[in-house]
RNA sequence: GCCCGCCUGGCGGAAUGGUAGACGCAGCGGACUUAAAAUCCGCAAUCCGCAAGGAUGUGGGGGUUCGAGUCCCCCGGCGGGCACCA
């Protein structure tokens, strides 16, 4: 098979319209080096519309993938046509730098992390400068400079003047063999994925970030957020969780002696939504954490044996609510706060969160659906006491599920009559009147747990002394450097088992004290680095000139996958940053682009391996569908699902295999042309070649007309005929790929485009100016997208031209020439396109229905019948209902 | 389990509530060539029909409307997130 890698030997003619990508890409590359199109000044000019153009930074993981090209791709093109259309366009990139499989590298091949980490890097840096990105490298960092990690330390201090950091006790994955705490993906049916061993719940002390003191105020501001996706900020609100209800307290019928040295504990608090539904109650559920749990275990074997249980079943809240509904009876009982002499059991059970609300809940299985599962399996009463509208009281009964609607209140004594909104109010009143619980806004949000025992992060800069308790790291012994000398043969935290490093002096009282061996969550890396970027080597987290200059970040590009954490973190850290004086902003990201995942065929051999594009040869079987075999054999191949790009199922296409073969051009267009970039794209190898064909494509219909076109400059107003068609075509390309453009609608974009070269290749002899006007407009409007081949058609095009297409302004068309003379009307009887009529733009509306009336078709489906009414779309349809 | 999306020809997709399938890929036919590749031209939702034309059609079912891919309700399939992967 030929591909474009083949050098073929034919006519001079032909071999001189090929368009050299190897040799061009690398040499417009290092011309707008040379220039420095996309440098920025850390601090604008007053009259300057800036730009900030932000892809989400990378993960060093040693190459590129797919989904990195179209990331970046997206983003150059975003920061290309800005840059033409007048903006100072910053356009940064850096490294995510800090993580987890830094550390597994260097347990399973001895590698220091840092040395993998900036082998990886600079191995994607070189690929990532192949694509033609418009980015401005002298602002490149790693999180795991500590140039970088030094700054976040600053900030963190800040963030603990300012009230924003506490210590609060926490459950982790807690590995019994490895001696190390287990990342939730590191958990794998509830053992810990190297050792094997039954993952336990295990209770520590960790640094936490206050983001909930921001709750109500990230949730209002996603209002404001008018370039957001939707169903981002949708999905961030249901995240933060307001819920209005009562917090309840329900009196243990006897008191109950605590697990711990405490003094024992006489009530029970509970947060619910459903205060109406009081009467309904058939039992008290804990979490298997809660207080009360841990007194029943410490008397009862068997609810030891229940709480143990639940602590095998790892931190992830998917698996707790997928898990099947479990409890176990305590034997002790709460009194209820409105019926007197009533008690209920109090039971622990495995789908109740201690994370959230109060680690209690009150059971009314007739009116929640957990709660009825839960009430149905132990045989706990149901008791409904929300009668749906138009229900008879008497003979309503539950069929098998809980009631969740509207409806008015009944079996619950002073509630009864009342509707489900009124009912809340009326429990909430009497329960704030008896003392036993009160109105309380709930959110779901909790505050961000950023310990991580691990090495490769950023050092938490605090000192713990038994005299001063745990003190701050004075700010100029900043940065807390990780030290070098590291063993990854010891299990456990390297930092913690490490000889020397954590052992210093008190910065307050000067005895021997421990450092902190808690690393960041890398979480907490990445929710500043756009504000760092604005002034990437000062000595200090950011110089308030140039984030007040740059910030927000008006596009800000990424993978839907970090539609919760990344951005909401991101939000809180700016508030952070804004209430300890370092910014002036509250919202980092103007505008939000979530881009789809790349997708790809898998490939399984017989003996059911996964299989790699490359090792798989196709062909066509007799009925016509595709067939695929091993390459350089003919074993069957099974052409499996299109699924995300993974190296597990080895669906994979490198990069730069495909630079190398076709060039970033072709890889840009085929990723922008494929479909829209919200959407998952599958990569195919016919769809990275019919890109590749277009490309020559283009360049042919440049080169191959230079001949014949009239000097540069020549004017083009004053055409007819040919000519002012292929204008009229430039201009409404210029103003559909503009529109385009602005909508994130790259695909149609490339349409338009497409559609063009065939009106400049279709385009007839004589159209001189026009011509020239065309080709030096399409070369244009590819700019953005296919930037190299763009800056050789203008040289192509303009040989004494000093300015690149970089440079130049971006294309307005000329309204005169957008206008049409005539419409296409589409007439339809009773809705049902009948045909279609040409008139006049300016046609008045009986002339338009006096024709579509006298159409043929229209007049066969009329068939006599009476016009009952006429319905006109200007410049859209006519329609007859008869 | 909970929250959020997506579903249109063989395939990717286009379409301010107004001619569904633009444009591309694959396919088929033709031109060029000794031949192939490349290139250029043409055809193409499905079914019926020589044609004119008709019927069906945007995951399935229902609804609103003169008119629904688009708005509303229910169902199905696929995907993202669920707080220590990044």
């Given at each position: 098979m030929n591909d474009a890698s083949t050098t073929t030997r034919r006519d001079s003619h032909q071999q001189e319209l090929r368009h050299d990508f190897r040799s061009a890409e690398p040499r417009w590359q290092a011309e707008w080096e040379r220039r420095a199109c996309f440098a920025v000044p850390d601090v604008p000019p007053a009259d300057a519309k800036k730009y900030y153009v932000l892809e989400m930074f990378p993960y060093p993981s040693g190459k590129i993938h797919m989904g990195h090209v179209r990331n970046y791709t997206l983003g150059d093109v975003v920061a290309r046509y800005k840059r033409a259309r007048g903006h100072m366009v910053m356009h940064p990139m850096g490294w995510d730098a800090f993580g987890l499989p830094a550390e597994n590298a260097a347990r399973e091949r001895g590698i220091h992390p840092g040395t993998w980490t900036y082998q990886n890097i600079a191995n994607m840096r070189a690929e990532l400068k192949r694509m033609g990105l418009s980015i401005e490298w002298a602002r490149e960092f790693a999180t795991c400079d500590a140039e970088y990690y030094g700054q976040q330390q600053k900030l963190f201090l800040d963030f603990h003047r300012a009230g924003l950091v506490e210590r609060k006790e926490s459950w982790v994955n807690w590995d019994p063999v490895d001696g190390t705490v287990l990342a939730n993906e590191q958990v794998i049916d509830g053992r810990g994925w190297r050792s094997g061993a039954l993952v336990e719940k295990k209770q520590l002390s960790q640094w936490f970030f206050s983001i909930t003191k921001y709750a109500d105020d990230l949730l209002r501001a996603?209002?404001?957020?008018?370039?957001?996706?939707?169903?981002?900020?949708?999905?961030?609100?249901?995240?933060?969780?307001?819920?209005?209800?009562?917090?309840?307290?329900?009196?243990?019928?006897?008191?109950?002696?605590?697990?711990?040295?405490?003094?024992?504990i006489d009530d029970i608090e509970v947060f619910t939504t459903r205060p109406d539904t009081l009467f309904g109650m058939s039992f008290l559920a804990v979490a298997a954490e809660h207080p009360l749990a841990a007194a029943a275990a410490a008397r009862d074997p068997q609810a030891a044996a229940f709480v143990a249980e639940c602590r095998r079943m790892g931190t992830s809240e998917a698996t707790i609510e997928q898990a099947e509904k479990r409890g176990h009876?305590?034997?002790?009982?709460?009194?209820?706060?409105?019926?007197?002499?009533?008690?209920?059991?109090?039971?622990?059970?495995?789908?109740?969160?201690?994370?959230?609300?109060?680690?209690?809940?009150?059971?009314?299985?007739?009116?929640?659906?957990?709660?009825?599962?839960?009430?149905?399996?132990?045989?706990?009463?149901?008791?409904?006491?929300?009668?749906?509208?138009?229900?008879?009281?008497?003979?309503?009964?539950?069929?098998?599920?809980a009631y969740t609607g509207e409806g008015t209140i009944f079996n619950s004594g002073f509630l009864d009559g009342l509707e489900v909104t009124a009912a809340k109010r009326r429990a909430i009143e009497a329960l704030e009147a008896k003392g036993q619980g009160t109105g309380l806004v709930n959110w779901r949000l909790r505050d961000w747990g950023v310990s991580r025992q691990r090495y490769w992060g950023c050092p938490i800069p605090f000192i713990h002394c038994a005299a001063c308790g745990v003190v701050p790291v004075p700010d100029d012994q900043l940065p807390v450097r990780l030290p070098e000398d590291v063993d990854f043969s010891k299990p456990g935290n390297p930092l913690d088992t490490h000889p020397t490093w954590k052992h210093v002096a008190c910065p307050s009282c000067g005895q021997p004290a421990r450092r902190e061996t808690d690393t960041c969550d890398t979480f907490v890396d990445s929710s500043w680095y756009f504000a760092r970027f604005c002034s990437p080597r000062a000595a200090v987290p950011v110089t308030r000139e140039a984030v007040d200059a740059w910030l927000p970040v008006d596009q800000y590009i990424g993978g839907i996958e970090h539609a919760i954490l990344h951005l909401l973190y991101s939000r809180f850290f700016t508030r952070g940053m804004r209430d300890t004086g370092h910014l002036a902003i509250a919202e980092p990201f103007a505008g939000l682009f979530t881009q789809g995942m790349v997708t790809h065929e898998s490939y399984k051999s017989a003996d059911g391996r996964w299989l790699?594009?490359?090792?798989?040869?196709?062909?066509?079987?007799?009925?016509?569908?595709?067939?695929?075999?091993?390459?350089?054999?003919?074993?069957?191949?099974?052409?499996?699902?299109?699924?995300?790009?993974?190296?597990?199922?080895?669906?994979?296409?490198?990069?730069?295999?495909?630079?190398?073969?076709?060039?970033?051009?072709?890889?840009?267009?085929?990723?922008?042309?494929?479909?829209?970039?919200?959407?998952?794209?599958?990569?195919?190898?016919?769809?990275?070649?019919?890109?590749?064909?277009?490309?020559?494509?283009?360049?042919?219909?440049?080169?191959?007309?230079?001949?014949?076109?009239?000097?540069?400059?020549?004017?083009?107003?004053?055409?007819?005929?040919?000519?002012?068609?292929?204008?009229?075509?430039?201009?409404?390309?210029?103003?559909?790929?503009?529109?385009?453009?602005?909508?994130?609608?790259?695909?149609?974009?490339?349409?338009?485009?497409?559609?063009?070269?065939?009106?400049?290749?279709?385009?007839?002899?004589?159209?001189?100016?026009?011509?020239?006007?065309?080709?030096?407009?399409i070369t244009r409007l590819v700019a953005p997208m296919m930037p190299h081949l763009a800056e050789e058609l203008w040289s192509l095009l303009r040989p004494d031209e000093t300015a690149l297409v970089a440079e130049l302004p971006w294309l307005e068309p000329d309204p005169a020439l957008l206008r049409a003379e005539t419409v296409t009307l589409a007439v339809q009887v009773l809705g049902k396109l009948r045909g279609t009529i040409e008139v006049a733009v300016d046609a008045d509306e009986a002339t338009i229905f006096a024709l579509a009336e006298a159409e043929e078709n229209v007049q066969r489906s009329i068939a006599g019948k009476p016009i009952r009414k006429r319905i006109h779309v200007p410049g859209r349809v006519v329609n007859f209902v008869v």
């Open positions: 996603l209002e404001g957020l008018d370039r957001w996706p939707e169903r981002v900020k949708l999905m961030q609100a249901n995240w933060i969780g307001r819920s209005e209800g009562a917090r309840v307290r329900f009196r243990l019928t006897a008191p109950v002696e605590a697990a711990a040295p405490q003094p024992p009876d305590t034997g002790f009982r709460v009194a209820h706060p409105f019926i007197e002499g009533a008690s209920f059991p109090v039971w622990i059970a495995n789908f109740v969160l201690m994370e959230y609300g109060t680690g209690a809940i009150f059971g009314c299985p007739g009116h929640d659906e957990r709660d009825y599962e839960f009430a149905a399996k132990y045989g706990l009463p149901i008791t409904p006491v929300v009668l749906p509208p138009g229900a008879d009281p008497q003979g309503f009964a539950l069929e098998g599920a790699y594009p490359e090792e798989v040869e196709f062909g066509t079987a007799a009925d016509g569908s595709r067939t695929a075999t091993l390459k350089g054999g003919n074993a069957p191949v099974t052409i499996g699902r299109v699924e995300a790009m993974s190296k597990s199922k080895r669906n994979t296409v490198d990069p730069g295999a495909i630079i190398d073969r076709y060039g970033a051009d072709t890889a840009r267009w085929f990723i922008l042309s494929d479909n829209p970039p919200e959407r998952d794209m599958e990569w195919t190898e016919a769809g990275v070649a019919g890109a590749y064909r277009f490309s020559q494509r283009l360049y042919r219909l440049v080169a191959a007309a230079l001949d014949g076109l009239p000097p540069a400059g020549t004017g083009a107003e004053g055409a007819t005929g040919e000519a002012k068609k292929l204008r009229q075509a430039t201009h409404r390309t210029i103003a559909a790929v503009t529109e385009a453009l602005d909508s994130f609608a790259f695909n149609v974009a490339v349409a338009r485009i497409h559609e063009f070269a065939n009106a400049i290749g279709e385009a007839g002899e004589g159209t001189g100016a026009a011509k020239r006007e065309a080709l030096e407009a």
